[in-house]
């Protein structure tokens, strides 16, 4: 599954004042964006890219009508940072492409899972990248989430044990899916830079429109003519894509993200149901075991993040005189 615009997740964000409140609203957003993973999965034959634009044009349409509704329109569209902007959403659509064609090949919960090593691989390029210090139990638990990945992939990635398995299908899906993962990270590191001038309502109304626009450039490698029931699909998509985003920014004003973050992990269970139920597909005993340690291990960079939070936060009042 492609992976929620994370980047956007404390817009109009305020104190934290009704966890539970914020924890419903969490796990309301995971419904949508499974629900818009398995539109996107049912429209198989369609192209990636289309499937790029589709998700990101009508997504827009709940996110501006909730800014106009809110009186914030116009901050969607300030920026001091036209490029920065062009830049994340290069990073993004190519993170977003991939990752919609690991669904065409991959099992729904498999897509799903791989895509849960983005947190991981931002705490690795933050620290080779950005000379961000991470301690012994991050890097520890950045490796045990990493083997987790490995579990998962190996079974389609079987040319290292001396199969063929690299050129079918699920193989490069595999593939697919871990670089939709590592671009996914380096999307959000970019999205790191512009929250220090850039409001994020800009930097979701312009990575949805530059995503849009980028998109477009695949028209001549291959776009099709979507069936009634593909528009359809490819729509709700879109609209499940924009209103799951405004949920999941909801729930931030209620609780802080240590609080609300582990809940992604509901996808899993959901997309295992809805794999099984809908496209047939049989959770391996090996997706199963390398989901658990990589949602484990970001579970536990995450409460790690919020402690070393509360840290530089006490170490800063101390200081205050």
């Known amino acids: 599954m492609s992976a929620p615009d994370s980047t956007s997740t404390q817009v109009f964000a305020a104190s934290a004042a009704s966890p539970m409140r914020g924890i419903m609203l ?170 220090h001038t850039e409001r994020t309502e800009a930097i979701v109304t312009y990575f949805f429109i530059s995503a849009s626009v980028l998109s477009l450039l695949t028209l001549p490698f291959g776009w099709v003519w979507p069936t009634p029931q593909q528009a359809a699909l490819l729509v709700g998509a879109g609209f499940f894509g924009g209103i799951g985003q405004l949920l999941m920014t909801s729930s931030y004003r209620h609780a802080d993200m240590s609080v609300i973050a582990p809940f992604e992990y509901v996808s899993l269970i959901l997309t295992i149901i809805l794999g099984y139920f809908i496209f047939s597909d049989v959770p391996t005993l090996t997706m199963i075991l390398g989901a658990i340690i990589i949602v484990g291990s970001g579970i536990a960079v995450i409460l790690r993040e919020h402690r070393l939070g509360l840290d530089r936060v006490r170490a800063k009042e101390a200081n205050t005189p």
């Open 26 to 195: 969490k796990v309301v957003s995971v419904f949508f964006f499974v629900g818009m993973a398995t539109m996107l999965k049912a429209t198989e034959t369609i192209p990636s890219g289309e499937m790029v634009f589709f998700r990101s044009f009508f997504a827009l349409l709940p996110v501006l009508g909730y800014l106009a509704w809110k009186g914030r329109l116009a901050n969607a569209f300030a920026t001091k940072r036209p490029l920065g902007h062009i830049l994340r959403g290069l990073v993004g659509v190519a993170s977003m492409s991939l990752g919609f064609f690991a669904l065409t090949r991959l099992p729904l919960p498999e897509a799903t899972a791989i895509t849960y090593a983005t947190p991981l691989l931002i705490v690795i390029f933050s620290a080779v990248l950005l000379n961000e210090r991470v301690h012994f139990f991050r890097w520890t638990a950045v490796v045990v989430g990493l083997v987790g990945v490995v579990i998962i992939l190996w079974p389609r990635l079987t040319v290292f044990s001396g199969g063929e398995a690299l050129g079918n299908a699920e193989a490069v899906g595999a593939l697919a899916a871990l670089l939709a993962a590592v671009l996914s990270a380096f999307a959000m590191m970019a999205v790191r830079n512009l929250v």
